[in-house]
């Protein structure tokens, strides 16, 4: 079937991916070359309906002789076709031994860092890029030769939030790509195509000789991969834009799964690491096992490109398999260390923080009934007397570590909270003998780290409740029980004042 005009085409992926906000200004990347300046062209006659006003953006490299040349010629032809045009220069050499990447990674970090922060500057919410049909089927290549997942497998998008690109923490610093997207309008166009549309309308790209330069790796999937791959499919490049579409979709899906599954298996997050809960990520299906260690090492590894499945596959099977205190190394010094019942993964170093517990670090006396801050301000105790037959339906069942009823006629002695102490034991409810609170904690799975700050509600010299854990036999709820006090732990809400 014959394809529809190129502009045509544009238009249509325009409106269909809402790659123009009307009335804002677009930044564009050229490069000279026949892609950027096609794109250029292409944008100028598709804009007004849009009111989009157009801000050409060039970055020289400082890499080859020509450079400047080429920055000239962008100039003039901005100049000639009445649009104002940033040029930069960023020595990208120097960059990529500073920071140990290679000369293709440093060049590209330095190039959309560069239109990123004119598209802030100039209050511009898209950056449009001249990426085509044959550089998608080259993506696909390199990241199936990376051993990328999904997420490199269905190549580029025609809308690409920017900080998607993993630029690295000088571009990501300070939340100064958020908000500004990348749009491919050329997508489904092929390098024939617009290398035709460049000689139909009489323009005058430069030849950029680096695009022969085998040694890089994309231009040796373009100039030898390829070619050999047509010999077994003469319509590979078809067929791989294909997959990649197709994988999109599955990728997009997948996404939905981890976001309603991330709230389950994550407890804790920060920049420092984040513990996964191993009964929640155990019970999810293997796909999902391995997407939540992706999300995890790159929301702590934002710039980090094409994890490897064997790096992801380790982890999971340790995840899966392992016993406490196994450990698998990931990318970007990252560390997976298995708890009792979580796994941290962070820095080489980094211990296991504070488990999301109530915590004391010293007695605390308590007037009950009546309400009391825990001295870190983090968590909040509520106790409530109760004739026996007012208790809530299910507190038999009662799931929550963190409530306990208690019978209040038995509570005679001061009340307190405190930490552990040598020799501290308790009658816990349902085991029929007596037991050291340290015996209770291991059995109970409770991190080492977090045993010494755990409270016990004492009555007197007795735990009543290792608060958490287990409430002792002699102070629950009897038949012969007249009153109740229930007690309950939560979580402050932001603004309350400490105890």
Excluded at 35 to 61: F, K, Q, Y
Aim: hydrophobic letters at 45%; glycine letters at 10%; one cysteine or more.
């Amino acid at each position: 079937m014959r394809q529809a005009p190129l502009a045509e085409r544009v238009r249509v992926a325009i409106e269909e991916h809402g790659l123009l906000p009307p009335g804002e200004p677009v930044v564009v990347g050229v490069s000279g070359g026949p892609d950027s300046l096609c794109l250029l062209h292409l944008l100028r006659a598709l804009a007004p309906a849009w009111d989009a006003a157009l801000r050409p953006a060039h970055l020289n490299h400082g890499i080859r002789p020509e450079a400047e040349d080429e920055a000239a010629y962008v100039a003039r032809l901005c100049a000639a076709w009445g649009l104002p045009c940033r040029i930069e220069r960023v020595d990208v050499p120097a960059r990529a031994a500073a920071q140990g990447l290679s000369l293709e990674e440093a060049a590209r970090q330095a190039r959309y860092a560069f239109l990123g922060r004119m598209a802030r500057e100039l209050g511009a919410p898209t950056v449009a890029v001249a990426h085509h049909a044959d550089d998608q089927v080259e993506t696909v290549l390199m990241h199936l030769l990376r051993g990328s997942g999904l997420a490199g497998l269905r190549g580029m998008r025609p809308l690409t939030p920017l900080e998607e690109l993993h630029l690295g923490p000088e571009a990501d610093a300070g939340g100064g790509l958020q908000g500004v997207r990348l749009a491919r309008p050329l997508l489904d166009a092929t390098r024939a195509e617009i290398e035709a549309y460049c000689r139909d309308q009489g323009l005058e790209p430069l030849c950029d000789r680096s695009n022969l330069d085998t040694t890089l790796f994309r231009n040796r999937i373009r100039h030898e991969l390829l070619p050999y791959l047509e010999g077994y499919n003469p319509n590979i490049r078809a067929l791989l834009c294909r997959t990649a579409e197709a994988l999109a979709g599955d990728h997009d899906l997948l996404r939905g799964l981890l976001a309603e599954a991330w709230p389950t298996v994550a407890r804790q997050e920060a920049a420092e690491g984040i513990v996964l809960d191993l009964a929640a990520l155990r019970g999810l299906p293997v796909g999902l096992q391995r997407s939540v260690l992706r999300e995890a090492v790159q929301r702590l590894r934002r710039s980090l490109r094409d994890i490897a499945f064997e790096h992801i596959e380790t982890a999971r099977r340790i995840v899966a398999y392992g016993r406490v205190g196994d450990q698998a190394t990931l990318p970007g010094g990252l560390l997976l260390t298995l708890g009792y019942d979580a796994a941290l993964l962070a820095a080489q170093g980094v211990g296991w923080p504070p488990e999301e517990r109530p915590r004391v670090a010293g007695p605390l006396p308590l007037a009950l009934p009546g309400q009391a801050i825990l001295p870190d301000g983090r968590w909040r105790l509520t106790a409530r007397l109760l004739p026996r037959g007012d208790l809530p339906e299910g507190w038999r069942t009662n799931a929550d570590p963190y409530t306990a009823f208690l019978d209040a006629d038995r509570l005679q002695g001061p009340l307190l909270l405190r930490p552990r102490r040598r020799g501290d034991a308790l009658y816990p409810l349902g085991l029929g003998h007596r037991q050291d609170v340290k015996d209770l904690l291991i059995n109970a799975k409770v991190p080492r780290h977090e045993r010494d700050s755990l409270p016990l509600l004492l009555c007197g010299d007795d735990v009543a409740w290792v608060v958490g854990v287990r409430v002792d036999a002699r102070y629950a709820i009897a038949d012969e029980t007249r009153r109740a006090l229930w007690i309950r732990f939560q979580r402050c809400e932001t603004g309350e004042e400490k105890a």
